[in-house]
């Protein structure tokens, strides 16, 4: 650790990492010692509903130009960012000083060929022929890579690199190899999981109507959803409370067709209930939340009451936490597995662990594929998010068991209480903690975060702050990659990732998470597409 530029105070922090650091671990010597929500970061503190919200699902992935630091001189020498360029260039590499092909460009012919009249007129053809040939054959190339380049507002296929446009999506034509501008056409809305359906013909989302809806059907949209059916929960009639007045119904005659070939519009539902999708049990904890006085300040948590946290280690060292979300992936933190950290071989996951101790005793998963955000950036830390995807799945307990990812729709408010959990330090440059803290953190308003007495302009939308703008209460090295979850309904939500913050638990330096309802659209598509 460098020189500190803010004299701590008795804090009790949270996270940290001493072991990670002392492995070599990214040093975010930037003092934005890492920690990381969108738009609806903004929203998520703003009052008015965030434009973010409607179909995020398929913006391109591009939409957040990743903004350079302001020089707030936190981050001296920090290494310059080794991420690959985001936008694939398909430039053509040619010279502007090269000689043109020959194709395109004929040799004057020679005095010996075409000497005579019908020879010159033969030349003239021959080379006007292979002109036009060349011509084509540029055309169709260039055709190919726009086409192709996901340029404009086309969204693009998986990772086959090809691009289809928006009004592509959901149509009931597949245009992706995998059919995946087919399969991602369905979204939970808002804390009561209604299930809506995409039509590109209208470009909006609709809710589905309860008549003649069964499990079968529930299990279909989870699976699109990137849900393995093992974890289907329920489906269940709700009413229509955001007051929608166009509904999707299901065509019960239609046959042994796509489930979403059979929906058809309607402007009522006969039992007036529309379908709310549970594709997981998640967000059971043992924690009260009215008892949270105990916690303040931090303090050792008991079992049950963050089954999703886990602590990622390597050679035997605690790195990161993450989050369970399903039985094989966990969500963590970019950062926490970029350069010489990004092999899933190194990695063990623990599960239903309170103490390090315990590990020692225990055999952790192992990990089968690390997904990093593709628009992840080191330097700002845009996009601090990454999936982990287990060898063998975890069988659900007490102890272990999934967050629930945020909904679109969901609004967190200003100043609402979230928690974070973790076993890193408890103090800036301690080590890391043997036993999990947790600590109650309110979430704190972007344009707060981001004024000059605080953030000054580092935190993006894929970021939302919560803390203490006085200090003492903050995660550390160690927590990156862990939960900031909060309450709603009785249910646990992953609100971010823990990603950084200057020092730990330091006055106008509260922590900083990546957003993660701007991530979980992404987060989806990668489970779907990697099952
Ligand atoms: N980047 C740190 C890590 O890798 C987390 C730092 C959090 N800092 C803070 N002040 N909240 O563990």
């Known amino acids: 650790m460098r020189k500190k530029r803010i004299t701590m105070q008795k804090r009790v922090t949270l996270a940290s990492l001493t072991g990670p650091a002392a492995a070599g671990y990214p040093k975010f010597s930037k003092h934005l010692s890492c920690l990381s929500t969108v738009d609806e970061a903004k929203m998520a503190v703003n009052s008015g509903p965030p434009p973010y919200y409607e179909n995020h699902g398929y913006q391109p992935e591009n939409i957040y130009i990743s903004r350079h630091p302001v020089d707030t001189n936190l981050n001296p020498q920090y290494p310059p960012p080794s991420y690959p360029p985001s936008v694939p260039h398909y430039v053509p590499r040619v010279p502007t000083h090269q000689p043109a092909p020959p194709v395109i460009q004929p040799k004057p012919p020679s005095a010996t060929l075409c000497t ?7 030349c003239i053809a021959l080379s006007i022929a292979l002109i036009l040939v060349g011509a084509v054959i540029a055309a169709i190339l260039l055709w190919y890579f726009v086409a192709n380049s996901c340029l404009g507002s086309s969204i693009e296929c998986g990772s086959s690199g090809r691009c289809v446009s928006p009004s592509q999506w959901c149509d009931g034509v597949a245009h992706c190899s995998n059919g995946e501008d087919e399969n991602r056409c369905v979204r939970l809305y808002g804390p009561n999981f209604i299930l809506e359906v995409y039509s590109s013909v209208s470009k909006s989302w609709y809710p589905i109507c309860q008549d003649d809806w069964n499990d079968n059907y529930g299990k279909i949209a989870c699976r699109d959803m990137g849900y393995n059916v093992d974890t289907y929960y329920y489906s269940q009639g709700i009413a229509n409370e955001r007051g929608s007045t166009s509904f999707m119904r299901l065509n019960t005659s239609a046959g042994n067709i796509d489930l979403y070939k059979k929906l058809y519009h309607s402007d009522s539902c006969t039992l007036g209930t529309v379908v709310s999708l549970r594709c997981i049990r998640c967000g059971s904890s043992s924690k009260k939340v009215n008892v949270m006085g105990r916690i303040v300040g931090g303090s050792v948590a008991a079992q049950k009451e963050w089954p999703w946290q886990v602590s990622l280690q390597i050679e035997g060292s605690h790195v990161c936490g993450g989050s369970i979300i399903t039985p094989e992936w966990i969500v963590t933190a970019a950062h926490c597995v970029e350069g010489k950290f990004s092999s899933p071989y190194s990695w063990t996951v623990y599960a239903g662990i309170l103490t390090q101790t ?75 903690s043997d036993v999990l803290n947790a600590v109650m953190v309110p979430l704190i308003e972007t344009s707060t975060c981001n004024s000059v007495y605080v953030y000054n302009g580092l935190v993006l939308p894929t970021m939302i702050c919560a803390g203490y703008l006085e200090g003492g209460k903050d995660s550390c090295q160690g927590d990156s990659g862990g939960p900031l979850v909060t309450v709603k309904n009785s249910l646990w939500w992953l609100v971010g990732d823990t990603s950084w913050g200057t020092g730990c638990a330091s006055r106008r330096r509260p922590g900083v998470y990546g957003n993660m309802t701007v991530f979980t659209d992404w987060i989806y598509r990668n489970m779907q597409a990697n099952r």
């Not at 005579?116 to 033969?122: D, Y």
């Open 116 to 122: 005579s009249n019908i020879k010159k007129t033969v």
């Open 358 to 432: 315990e590990t020692r005793y225990r055999s952790g998963y192992r990990v089968q594929k690390i997904i990093s955000h593709p628009n992840y950036d080191s330097d700002s830390k845009n996009n601090d998010v990454a999936l982990m995807k287990l060898q063998t799945r975890l069988s659900f307990t007490d102890t272990i068991g999934p967050v629930c990812l945020p909904n679109p729709g969901m609004m967190f408010q200003p100043n609402q209480q979230c928690w974070i959990s973790g076993w890193g330090a408890e103090s800036q440059g301690g080590k890391t």
